[in-house]
């Protein structure tokens, strides 16, 4: 598989991205024909003996004398030594394993621990992730998380968060209360967070952080704000936007959330700015530029947008789903006139997305450890997939008490177990259980040339198929498609790269 990608701008610049080197080059017209030629096996130094006559014309690159095709010729063939147009083995590139110690050590170091404090909810949206278009999650009962098995957990982690096998000192490591909606089970954070507050950890401290609907906001205000948690709060916009999330006799929610919310930003204005975050979803009754517009408007705040969740739908539910369902991409470019005027500068929307990824991934300038640092591009070796490598996000616990590397995937996958009779964790098992599946998708990261850039989760795939089909392959015409499209949103808006430069550090 060849590994340099030859594109063009919609404003004609030519470009290449050698993946040898992981670097993006602006280059001559006729360095790029020379590329094309060799990547279809052809011979640069013959087809210019061929030339007749004093120059060339190349069809849509224009013409060409002599003496520029030769001068251009030499510069193709110092990157060619410098080896831009080199393969990468890509066999070895994605050749990591996970071991048994390397899952405990991320678990060592792991910073976010996310109990589901409850599965009852006070609303009845329609497109939750535990509703009617999905059967991948465990029934819901009204079960609370029992609070000391919540801190059978804590006890553990504490172990190993005090363990020399802990290299991430001074960081902070945030305890998160997730539902259903937490609120409904207010004991249990109560308890919880004075629990954690007696907790001696020796290297890092801590923080609350909670994902909420706000309809019980008004109730529990006083104590988020006296214990300091980050709160991200459900709202896909106004009161039309909103209208999919009702609550369980049918009527809407807004009026109550929005009334909750505003008391919070009356009595506690400074906490409302500072710890205060939305997310809202994009679906059949919302757009993008709509959320934006209504969030900046009311609170002076982009929101995180996120899509409904497409994966684990059960079959019976597909139409239904298709009708809510919007994708991020297309709504962005049925909306392009919008963001050529606002917000085209907010890292949040998908267009600068995409250029921090490029830069993240392709510049071959940013770094995701140390031994990147040190190493070449292509002697780097990662495993295959986007997947996050267990609990280096975060370690999930359900009201069941499975324990799962996140709480966006399927409850069929849990890693493990905590009850009152302990914690069950066979990091062997774990190891294991994810290279099985890392070997059954490598034939096709073999292929595919969005290695670099991959967040295809595994958990997100038909992983237990004997032959899982990846969605997020991309062909080199793909590839070529993607870089082209960034590079020409970067021509045309020089001062979103900038800005990306200048204000985003890259963690
Ligand atoms: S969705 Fe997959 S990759 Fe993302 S955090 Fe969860 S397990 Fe990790
Ligand atoms: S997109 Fe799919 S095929 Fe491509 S590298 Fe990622 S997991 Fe592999």
Not at 60 to 80: C, H, I, M, N, T
Not at 244 to 266: A, C, T, V
Not at 401 to 429: A, M
């Amino acid at each position: 598989m060849t590994s340099t990608v030859l594109f063009k701008s919609e404003g004609r610049n030519y470009y290449l991205h050698s993946g040898f080197n992981n670097r993006f080059l602006l280059c001559h017209p006729l360095i790029h024909h020379f590329a094309d030629l060799t990547r279809i096996g052809g011979d640069p130094a013959q087809w210019i003996d061929q030339i007749d006559g004093a120059g060339i014309y190349l069809g849509d690159l224009g013409p060409f004398s002599r003496a520029q095709v030769e001068y251009y010729f030499g510069k193709f063939l110092f990157l060619k030594e410098n080896h831009y147009f080199e393969d990468v083995d890509i066999k070895k590139k994605l050749s990591d394993r996970l071991s048994a110690q390397s899952v405990k050590t991320t678990l060592a170091n792991c910073r976010q621990l996310t109990f589901e404090v409850t599965d009852l909810c006070n609303l009845d949206c329609s497109y939750c992730a535990y509703g009617k278009f999905y059967n991948d999650y465990d029934r819901r009962e009204g079960k609370n998380l029992p609070i000391p098995v919540a801190e059978c957990i804590l006890d553990y982690l504490l172990e190993l968060w005090n363990s020399p096998l802990n290299h991430s000192h001074q960081k902070t490591i945030y305890i998160s209360f997730y539902g259903g909606e937490p609120l409904l089970n207010f004991s249990f954070i109560e308890r919880i967070t004075y629990y954690v507050k007696t907790l001696k950890l020796m290297h890092n401290s801590v923080r609350f952080s909670m994902t909420t609907n706000g309809l019980l906001l008004n109730k529990h205000m006083d104590f988020l704000v006296e214990h300091d948690f980050q709160l991200l709060v459900s709202l896909d916009g106004d009161e039309v936007h909103n209208s999919y999330r009702i609550m369980k006799n049918g009527r809407p929610s807004f009026p109550f959330i929005m009334s909750n919310l505003l008391e919070l930003r009356e009595k506690y204005p400074i906490y409302f700015n500072k710890n205060v975050r939305f997310n809202a979803v994009l679906h059949n009754r919302n757009s993008l530029s709509a959320i934006f517009r209504y969030f900046k408007g009311k609170f002076n705040k982009s929101p995180n947008v996120s899509e409904v969740n497409p994966y684990g739908i059960d079959p019976a539910q597909k139409a239904a789903f298709r009708e809510t369902y919007r994708n991020m991409n297309e709504s962005l470019n049925q909306e392009e006139e919008y963001y050529k005027d606002e917000n085209r500068n907010s890292f949040l929307m998908p267009r600068p997305r995409d250029v921090i990824e490029v830069i993240r991934r392709y510049s071959g300038v940013v770094f995701r450890k140390y031994d990147e640092l040190l190493a070449c591009a292509h002697e780097r070796s990662f495993v295959p997939t986007g997947t996050c490598i267990p609990f280096s996000r975060m370690l999930f616990v359900t009201v069941n008490g499975k324990i799962l590397p996140c709480e966006r995937i399927g409850h069929q996958f849990s890693l493990g177990r905590v009850s009152l009779d302990g914690v069950e964790l066979d990091f062997h098992q774990i190891a294991k259980t994810y290279n099985r599946y890392f070997e059954s998708l490598s034939s096709q990261c073999h292929l595919c040339h969005n290695t670099e850039a991959c967040i295809q989760c595994l958990f997100n795939l038909p992983i237990n198929d004997p032959h899982p089909k990846c969605f997020g392959f991309k062909n080199h015409k793909d590839i070529a498609q993607y870089f082209s499209s960034v590079m020409t949103y970067m021509e045309e808006h020089p001062e979103v790269f900038f800005n990306v430069l200048e204000e985003m550090s890259f963690g």
